[in-house]
């Protein structure tokens, strides 16, 4: 199974600064079909989980250009520019690329 | 509007038998996978599994093969994912989610379903 590894665990951020989130995968998402399957997801507390990106850079529809993904390999990154209060929650990284498909452990943002 | 609706709530005994459903609308439910995942208390998310509504193909975790089944009947848009003699460590919140295809990303997921098993 990849391995994907989450750092920080958790990440206490002042509103209005950024954030940023990087996850690691044991082996290259890179799948035979030349694409790169990783995708983040938000979940807020008490609610389902909600996608914000895939193929590691793509914002799914709806959400804030305050979030960006970037990456490549085995290495990527969230990045919140500005965190507002409504980002607090976990946030998990996870691929498709290879089954099982897999998540990282998760990242809490929390407001300082 | 695309939905997945889970069913409700359920508390099990342990040695129990249990099976839950998620619902799609508003799109074709034949033309998306659709997966479970777990998230046991004030855990992470872990993928259990995937099955494609079209011919009922699944894909399991090694962690849950033979623990779960994923079965659909496309007929009323409704998966399920069923599992037998519940242990206390299988309370957990399910999710369903469907995934995009070409670029397998969860894009909508379900409400969740508690399941809760204790003597």
């Known amino acids: 199974d990849i391995v994907m590894t989450q750092t920080p665990l958790s990440s206490p951020v002042t509103l209005g600064q950024p954030a940023s989130i990087s996850c690691r995968s044991s082996?290259?998402?890179?799948?035979?079909?030349?694409?790169?399957?990783l995708s983040w997801l938000q979940q807020r507390p008490g609610q389902p989980p909600r996608l914000l990106i895939y193929?590691?850079?793509y914002r799914f529809s709806g959400v804030p250009d305050r979030f960006s993904g970037s990456g490549a390999g085995t290495d990527f990154t969230l990045k919140i520019s500005r965190v507002e209060a409504e980002d607090v929650g976990v946030y998990y990284c996870?691929?498709?690329?290879?089954?099982?498909?897999?998540f990282g452990q998760g990242t809490k943002l929390e407001i300082k | 509007e695309v939905q997945l609706v889970q069913s409700g709530a359920e508390v099990k005994k342990p040695g129990e038998s249990l099976k839950i459903s998620c619902k799609g609308s508003?799109?074709?439910?034949?033309?998306?996978?659709i997966g479970w995942v777990r998230q046991m208390p004030g855990k992470g998310l872990e993928w259990m599994g995937i099955?494609?509504?079209?011919?009922?193909?699944?894909r399991y975790s090694p962690s849950f093969q033979g623990q779960v089944t994923i079965s659909v009947d496309k007929s009323i848009s409704t998966a399920y994912l069923q599992g037998s003699s519940l242990k206390a460590s299988d309370t957990a919140m399910y999710y369903c989610?469907?995934?995009?295809?070409?670029?397998?990303?969860?894009?909508?997921w379900g409400q969740g379903t508690l399941v809760t098993v204790s003597s």
């Open positions: 508003g799109y074709s439910f034949t033309r998306y996978w």
């Open positions: 989610a469907r995934l995009a295809s070409p670029e397998y990303y969860f894009d909508y």
């Open positions: 996870m691929q498709a690329t290879q089954f099982p498909y897999t």
């Open positions: 099955i494609s509504p079209g011919d009922s193909g699944t």
């Open positions: 193929k590691i850079s």
């Open positions: 082996q290259s998402l890179v799948h035979s079909d030349g694409n790169t399957y």
